[in-house]
């Protein structure tokens, strides 16, 4: 940092080992910063961190900074890689973007308040993976245009109707074909639902996806839940997801992962010293995604009482 002061970036919480130390002397983190395990020794839980630069990081420059998308997509997408890095190594739980402290002693002070929970929230996550589920209902043209294509008989033109009458055929061939997709996209989630009691251990509903970024051809999203699978039980999961709609050709069933634990990362107490928000976790209504890096809620702590936060509303770390 050559002299500049600096704060504490906290990427997420694991369990430390010789082994984890080794390989994360290679990784960097946001702004290209090494990445550590805070504190040095293996006892108990540490946070995974960089040094950044105060200048840089501090609560006024945040405020500027997460108007600046580019920015905002890279700091995101370098998060989300020291995040997947680690859950293919150890079990996580990953902190929301720009989890900061003022200085080490701080993060310390903060991790030993939180050690039983984030001891339990690791004992949960330990060999179990996130997966996400999204059902779409098929779009309106779509729709119309299987409806046409099902409703509409062969024709003389002696026979054919009037124009009005043409209409109101048509009217009504989407209105049957819209409550038909809406039918089958409860079906989804009933048989979702159950394969879910059968394989996952938790599930978290996300709010539906809105918004620019899901219009066009996925239709619209119904439902974005996220689920926590055992690994010795994914793939009977998957198995019995791709199953699930292929006898429902209104909606489409779309599965992501495996993840990082996102959804599951149970947010702790925030350091009333410092002010830092250490909420672990992700409470958008979107996935994480490697392409897009973006974190399901692009949110900050700066050690201040006021946060300085984004929405991104963007396919997240997920999609």
């Known amino acids: 940092m050559n002299g500049e002061p600096s704060l504490i970036y906290v990427y997420a919480v694991t369990l430390p080992t010789q082994e984890l130390r080794g390989r994360l002397a290679g990784v960097r983190g946001v702004g290209g910063t090494p990445v550590s395990l805070l504190p040095p020794a293996d006892a108990g839980p540490a946070f995974v961190i960089s040094q950044v630069p105060a200048g840089q990081w501090a609560e006024e420059a945040l405020r500027s900074r997460f108007e600046d998308l580019a920015w905002l997509e890279d700091t995101a997408r370098a998060h989300h890689h020291v995040i997947q890095f680690l859950t293919e190594h150890t079990t996580v739980l990953p902190l929301r973007l720009a989890t900061l402290y003022q200085d080490g002693d701080r993060a ?10 984030f001891t339990v929230r690791l004992a949960l996550l330990a060999h179990h993976t996130e997966y996400g589920v999204k059902v779409y209902i098929a779009t ?7 409806s ?8 003389s033109s002696a026979s054919a109707p009037s124009p009005g009458k043409a209409y109101l055929q048509a009217r009504r061939a989407q209105h049957h074909a819209r409550e038909d997709r809406y039918l089958q996209a409860g079906q989804a989630a009933d048989r ?3 394969i879910a ?12 996806q809105t918004g620019p970024l899901t219009r066009g051809e996925n239709g619209e999203n119904i439902l974005n839940d996220a689920h926590l699978v055992p690994d010795d039980e994914a793939e009977a999961f998957r198995a019995a997801l791709d199953q699930a709609g292929q006898d429902l ?4 069933i779309e599965v992501t992962g495996p993840w990082a634990p996102y959804s599951f990362a149970m947010p ?20 994480p995604d490697p392409d897009t890096g973006t974190d399901k809620d692009a949110g900050a702590g700066t050690g201040t009482d006021a946060d300085a936060g984004a929405d991104t509303d963007a396919p997240g770390a997920r999609s």
């Open 249 to 252: 050709p209104g909606i489409r």
């Open 108 to 117: 310390l002070e903060a991790l030993r308040e939180q050690q039983d929970t």
């Open 268 to 287: 702790p107490t925030a350091s009333t010293d410092t002010g830092a928000d250490a909420g672990a976790g992700a409470d958008a209504d979107t996935d």
């Open 197 to 208: 009691a059968r394989h996952a251990t938790h599930t978290v509903r996300h709010p539906v």
């Open 148 to 155: 046409a294509d099902s409703h509409t008989q062969p024709t």
């Open 140 to 146: 309106d043209k779509a729709s119309a245009d299987a």
């Open 192 to 194: 979702i639902a159950a």
